[in-house]
């Protein structure tokens, strides 16, 4: 399935990168091209201070990466792998990038009051994320 997104910085179109555990790992291993880093960037909206903070790496080195045509390592290759499929389920329930980055700055009641945005920065962060994501899809109180 083909993504279509019309938010941030203009229309933006992906392939999903994994459909399963097994095939996220194998996209992971090999490792992304640096490109999808700043596309993600442009995709949700965060800031580069933002951006820098949840996948502890800096654009700039984002930047030499795709300038030398290397692929990112495994660790942020999955990272970015989960935060695409979690753009994917929040501009699903709140209908653009821009909403669901507003949802991911405000304490969430199924989240111990904690601001989503700061759990972002690790796997089980964002697999939380994702439950709380469900929870709302399906109209539990969170």
């Known amino acids: ?25 194998n996209t992971s291993k090999k490792g992304l091209e640096a ?6 960037l442009a995709l949700s909206g965060f800031t580069q201070d933002e951006f820098q903070e949840t996948f502890k790496t800096t654009v700039k080195t984002i930047q030499n990466h795709v300038n030398k045509d290397l ?15 979690l753009f994917d389920t929040g501009i699903e329930i709140f209908g653009s990038a821009q909403a669901f980055h507003k949802w991911l700055t405000t304490p969430a ?32 109180l969170a």
């Open 109 to 140: 009641y199924g989240l111990g009051n904690r601001l989503p945005f700061d759990m972002m920065d690790t796997i089980t962060g964002i697999q939380l994320i994702e439950e709380e994501l469900i929870r709302l899809q399906f109209g539990d």
């Open 71 to 85: 692929k990112l390592d495994a660790s942020l290759s999955e990272k970015l792998l989960k935060s695409f499929a």
């Open 1 to 25: 399935m083909v993504s279509v997104v019309n938010d941030f910085e203009g229309v933006y179109i992906r392939q999903p990168k994994y459909t399963d555990a097994i095939s996220l790992l």
């Open 35 to 40: 490109k999808t880093a700043l596309d993600f």
